[in-house]
């Protein structure tokens, strides 16, 4: 009956994974390296969003801050993720 923390990294690494795909470009390969996950609130219903922000985009790693949230606004799971970016080129 509650969102668990493994849901919240799940989707964290999701998200950055796919902003970092999207950078690398469809024939780029990208791994995550590194996840940091806090969780700051429970949630028992709704849904939880997701928003994954650049904090540094590199030659071979990029980093996001990734920021999920309830039905209400609050955030409920502060993460960083970092991930190894192989452009097609490299």
Request: glycine letters at 12%; aromatic letters at 4%; hydrophobic letters at 45%.
């Amino acid at each position: 009956g509650m969102w668990h923390g493994g849901a919240s990294c799940v989707v964290a690494e999701t998200l950055a994974s796919l902003a970092a795909a999207a950078e690398v470009g469809p024939k780029g390969q990208i791994a995550g390296v590194d996840i940091n996950a806090t969780h700051l609130l429970p949630v028992r219903s709704g849904w939880v969003t997701g928003v994954a922000t650049a904090l540094r985009i590199g030659g071979t790693l990029a980093t996001y801050d990734v920021t999920l949230t309830d039905d209400d606004g609050r955030q409920v799971c502060a993460a960083r993720i970092t991930v190894s970016l192989k452009r097609a080129s490299d």
